[in-house]
């Protein structure tokens, strides 16, 4: 029975879904990357060639770093009002539709196509293409696109290509598999340019981004013979640096890197919550210790969110860090 549920959809079935729909909107989770963006500008750029509707829904607005993806004009938080009611709405990169946040109008499994990579995916749609060895959900979304023979143009390529270079940090991640490394190639054969997404996504930093990474490295504890480190950002750093969150998208990375480090933590404390950033060398599986606080990811990021203190969010991460065998 639970297997049978969790059972992921093939490609001809999720593609026989996609030609019988009429129109599509295109979901990505809050504070969006360029993996779920990406994936779903990707599929709706080939839906919308063949005569579909499509409309990108995120509650949150594209980050700076994202707006040259083609089509990133058109995400918004509203939904077109003379959309059907047989509109499918693919949710891209994200375990749970709940992480699509609150501000998506509710919307009937029946209508929900999940398209995934991440451990622990809840299978929440009538349909789930959850695929964990992808690297990106664009690459899963790829595999979509082979089934549907679309012509892979620039624009798409370059989608495709921003999601696996988000979800391997630029080929660094142990998900850099031989076949991420081949489709990028056949990527930029078809026109992506990977020099653009490497400035706009990693050579573009802010001076108020670096300066809020100095307070950040300032900040940084270790723990654990050395094999933890943390460190937080919260609303006076911001209002002192002039950076914002979306500038800490990456800065946990830094943690990670120290000699000697398993696993980091980054613990954003602010607009009233506190979210928090785990990094693995590999050893311990940071996905299971967030899952255990309500939160998810992959075996070597994932993320979580809480409410409380900062001292009290340091000390729950750090039990359950031991639990998973720090
Ligand atoms: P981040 O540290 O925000 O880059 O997130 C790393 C990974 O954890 C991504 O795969 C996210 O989808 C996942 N993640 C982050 N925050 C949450 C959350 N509150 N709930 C579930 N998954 C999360
Ligand atoms: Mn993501
Ligand atoms: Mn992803």
């Given at each position: ?72 004009e058109f995400v918004s938080r509203e939904i077109p009002s003379d959309f059907p009611p047989d509109t499918l709405y693919v949710f891209g990169d994200m375990s749970d539709h709940a992480r699509a946040g609150e501000f998506l109008p509710k919307v009937d499994r029946a209508n929900m196509l999940d398209i995934d990579h991440h451990l622990g995916n809840s299978h929440f749609g009538a349909l789930n293409f959850v695929i964990p060895s992808e690297c990106s959900t664009g690459t899963a979304v790829m595999r979509l696109l082979r089934e549907m023979k679309t012509r892979i143009d620039p624009k798409i390529a370059t989608c495709i290509l921003t999601t696996i270079m988000t979800d391997t940090g ?157």
């Open positions: 029975m639970i297997e049978n549920e969790l059972r992921s959809a093939t490609e001809a079935e999720v593609v026989a879904e996609l030609r019988r729909r009429p129109a599509f909107v295109m979901v990505s989770h809050v504070k969006p990357d360029g993996d779920t963006l990406g994936a779903g500008l990707a599929l709706g750029i080939a839906l919308k060639r063949l005569g579909k509707r499509v409309a990108y829904f995120n509650q949150d607005p594209v980050p700076r770093n994202l707006r040259f993806l083609p089509d990133a630029a080929f660094m991640h142990s998900n850099t598999s031989p076949g991420a490394l081949e489709l990028s190639a056949e990527l930029m054969r078809a026109g992506a340019d990977k020099e653009q997404i490497t400035e706009e996504i990693f050579g573009n930093k802010r001076v108020v981004a670096t300066r809020l990474l100095g307070r950040i490295i300032d900040a940084m504890q270790f723990a654990h013979d050395g094999k933890y480190c943390y460190s937080h950002v919260d609303d006076a750093m911001l209002a002192q640096t002039g950076a914002d969150g979306e500038d800490t998208e990456d800065m946990v990375n830094v943690l990670r890197a120290q000699e000697g480090v398993d696993v980091a933590a980054l613990f954003k404390a602010y607009e009233g919550e506190i979210r928090v950033s785990l990094r693995s060398s590999g050893r311990v599986n940071v996905q299971a210790a967030a899952a255990r606080l309500g939160g998810g990811g992959h075996f070597r990021a994932s993320g979580l969110t809480m409410h409380g203190s900062l001292d009290e969010a340091i000390a729950a991460v750090d039990a359950t860090l031991l639990a998973e065998g720090l």
